[in-house]
């Protein structure tokens, strides 16, 4: 089960886990047990891994390495067929047990308002904690996933940015048709407004002007706007400087 489910998270690659975050102390890193990384044919890290009591060592693909820590890397589009994978993998990892947090690193341009609404409403509906870390950029749906998280456990990397902006579809077909598609999209639209609202703690009549042209935020400022919780970081390092 694992295997099939961290399958879905592979991409073609070299990341490796981010240091700043290992030592922030507040979303933990993998508990190493795996002593080498390498780098299989289609550039997929692997690591080494070893069972508890066990004496022998496998090889798995970084992904699922993570998914046993209960940590999922969010990359791509947030498509049906992806976000019902995540959703699956959240399932399952909440199955487990409720007591340990899961972990949404994410990093995606979004993708179709209905799919990232039934992720978000699965964060919001099982019983385990989820940690948000923005990595990179947070578009659209990934905004949204971004803010639902549970409280004081949504974080970002400094020079993360976020795009919020209203849902868009092309309207086609008989007058009647029209009416009713019109009628649909402005329901997802005030669903979507009171979704950021509830998540930011920002007034819904805020939340639809701001929302009226496609709006960017830095790290900073999708703190200031409710979006996270906190900026990691990176420690200090001697000598250097941090940009």
Avoid at 88 to 104: F, G, M, Q, R, V
Avoid at 118 to 141: E, R
Avoid at 165 to 178: F, K, T, Y
């Amino acid at each position: 089960m694992v295997q099939t489910l961290a399958a879905a998270f592979l991409i073609h690659g070299t990341s490796q886990c981010n240091p700043s975050l290992r030592r922030s102390g507040h979303f933990g890193a993998p508990r190493s047990t795996a002593r080498t990384l390498y780098m299989a044919p289609i550039g997929i890290p692997k690591v080494e891994y070893r069972a508890p009591g066990s004496q022998r060592s496998d090889w798995e693909d970084i992904h699922t390495r993570l998914y046993r820590e209960r940590i999922l890397f969010v990359s791509q589009k947030l498509d049906d067929e992806y976000v019902n994978i995540l959703i699956s993998a959240l399932l399952c990892l909440d199955n487990e047990t409720h007591e340990k947090p899961i972990t949404l690193y994410i990093n995606s341009q979004g993708g179709p308002i209905t799919a990232g609404i039934a992720l978000f409403d699965t964060v919001k509906h099982i019983k385990s904690k989820v940690a948000t870390i923005n990595v990179g950029f947070c578009g659209a749906t990934a905004s949204l996933l971004l803010g639902s998280g549970t409280p004081g456990m949504r974080a970002a990397l400094p020079h993360s940015r976020v795009l919020m902006h209203q849902p868009s579809g092309a309207l086609q077909g008989s007058a009647e048709q029209l009416k009713n598609d019109a009628k649909h999209l402005l329901d997802v639209k005030k669903l979507l407004h009171s979704l950021y609202s509830r998540v930011t703690k920002q007034p819904v009549d805020k939340v639809t002007a701001d929302l009226e042209r496609d709006n960017f935020m830095s790290a900073e400022e999708s703190q200031q706007y409710g979006l996270i919780d906190r900026i990691i970081q990176p420690s200090e390092k001697a000598g250097e400087e941090n940009l």
